[in-house]
């Protein structure tokens, strides 16, 4: 990953990559083996094994643990208002001033460093029965909105696959479009969601 970095900022000499503006993106990846499952997160996007034990969430939720006051702030506002867009571009600006420093969080942008502070680890992979790569947008409705568990969760996916369950996370928050019974950033993040289903022994 740290080589990748360095590729994709190489093909930007022009910018200036050193704005704490500068684009950038959470990363989860699995790797599978004959024996074992790599998996490596950045940032809040997780991953979700379906293992014979139950449900492994793998994430990396470093970015809550700073700017607690202005957090607190965006989060008594209306999602939408004057108020809370302000609230939010205090809190970003608060961020980006210690992203990817030993201060702050990690995330995927135009250094190479960042990589050697992703979480990662190993599980065996005959213990695994499926996996499910999320962006935040599409977990929340385990995390943070609590509207389903992930059993039902990995249901749907087995069964209608990820555009229905990216759809069921619209129609939760469509039930609260103000953030007053989940606040946040915005009405509905991004939702991306790769499922992974594994086949069976013979």
């Known amino acids: 990953m740290a080589q990748a970095l360095?590729?994709?900022?190489?093909?930007h000499p022009a910018c200036d990559l050193r704005n704490p503006g500068t684009p950038s993106a959470t990363v989860a990846l699995l790797r599978e083996g004959p024996d074992r499952i790599d998996h490596l997160v950045l940032a809040d996007s997780p991953i979700v094994l379906e293992t014979e034990g139950g449900f492994l969430l793998l994430?990396?939720?470093?970015?809550?643990?700073?700017c607690g006051e202005l957090r607190a702030e965006t989060e008594q506002f209306r999602t939408g208002t004057p108020e809370h867009s302000a609230s939010v571009a205090r809190l970003v600006s608060a961020q980006r001033a210690i992203r990817n420093t030993p201060e702050g969080y990690w995330v995927a942008s135009s250094g190479p460093e960042a990589?050697?502070?992703?979480?990662?680890?190993?599980?065996?992979?005959?213990?695994?029965?499926?996996?499910?790569?999320f962006s935040d947008g599409a977990s929340r409705l385990v995390t943070e909105?609590?509207?389903?568990?992930?059993?039902a969760v990995f249901?749907?996916?087995?069964?209608?696959g990820p555009r229905s369950l990216i759809s069921t996370v619209r129609?939760?928050?469509?039930?609260d479009p103000d953030g007053r019974r989940w606040p946040r950033y915005k009405a509905g993040d991004d939702a991306t969601v790769a499922f992974c289903?594994?086949?069976a022994a013979t």
Request: aromatic share 6%.
């Open 59 to 66: 994430t990396d939720l470093r970015v809550d643990e700073v």
């Open 145 to 151: 909105y609590q509207m389903a568990e992930w059993s």
């Open 6 to 11: 360095e590729q994709v900022a190489a093909l």
């Open 197 to 199: 289903q594994r086949e």
């Open 115 to 133: 990589a050697f502070h992703a979480l990662t680890g190993s599980v065996e992979t005959d213990g695994v029965r499926s996996a499910a790569v």
């Open 155 to 160: 249901d749907e996916l087995r069964t209608s």
């Open 171 to 175: 129609k939760v928050e469509a039930t």
